[in-house]
């Protein structure tokens, strides 16, 4: 399979606790992103990357959110002390910045987060 | 602050008919809109549009731009059930080195055999 991979698909934990989410994009895209989806909304950007480096945060990105990608290739996304506003699916895409300076983002699965 | 609205909300319709979905947007740098379909899992890929006034088609669904009046439609004929998702909307912005997509709350559509 060469889309974008997300692992884990499903998170359960309780308020208070931190969670990592990976994100595997296609491999020859250079940009990474990521993306919040609550229940009957649209998904909400939260953050992207060019290679390495982390270009824009969104607002809803607070200081318990770290997100990194230090090889420019496979990403990490960091929630620390969870709260129970946090359960969302957390969406990852992929995108190859053509020379038109246009792109398709490629999504991955998800992960489900649930804050008990 | 960039704003993307799509209407109706819910749509449902029995096979074969033909729908069209709308979405209407305001942004500061308009680069592109994209629609995604999804179903009980990530949003997949359906068109990106640039242009105003060309048409993209793939099989039954198509779409296409009017950036005079900010808005895009995607249509989809002789409908299937295999059609039934959420249609979400989505606008890329340019400028300050902004490549964030904005998007629309989503059409959901329920294709009834």
């Known amino acids: 399979d060469t889309g974008v991979s997300q692992d884990p698909r499903h998170k359960i934990t309780k308020r208070g606790q931190n969670v990592t989410f990976r994100c595997d994009p296609i491999?020859?895209?250079?940009?990474l992103y990521w993306y919040r989806q609550t229940l009957g909304q649209g998904p909400e950007f939260l953050t992207y990357f060019q290679n390495e480096a982390q270009l824009e945060k969104s607002r809803l990105l607070s200081d318990r959110f770290s997100a990194e990608r230090p090889k420019g290739s496979f990403s990490t996304l960091e929630i620390q002390r969870t709260e129970q506003g946090d359960s969302a699916m957390y969406l990852c895409?992929?995108?190859?910045?053509?020379?038109?300076?246009?792109?398709?983002?490629?999504f991955g699965p998800g992960t489900r987060l649930t804050v008990l | 602050e960039d704003k993307v609205v799509q209407s109706p909300l819910s749509l449902v319709v029995h096979e074969g008919d033909t729908v069209t979905l709308n979405c209407s947007y305001e942004v500061t740098n308009f680069r592109s809109l994209l629609w995604y379909k999804q179903e009980k899992k990530a949003p997949t890929f359906l068109f990106m549009l640039t242009s105003s006034g060309i048409e993209k088609k793939s099989g039954r669904l198509s779409s296409i731009l009017d950036k005079k009046e900010l808005f895009s439609i995607l249509n989809i004929t002789a409908t299937q059930t295999g059609d039934s998702a959420i249609y979400l909307c989505?606008?890329?912005?340019?400028?300050?080195?902004?490549?964030?997509?904005?998007f629309g709350k989503g059409t959901k559509l329920s294709v009834i055999p």
């Open positions: 491999s020859e895209h250079n940009r």
């Open positions: 895409a992929s995108s190859l910045r053509g020379w038109k300076g246009t792109d398709t983002q490629y």
């Open positions: 989505a606008v890329e912005a340019s400028g300050a080195g902004s490549y964030q997509l904005t």
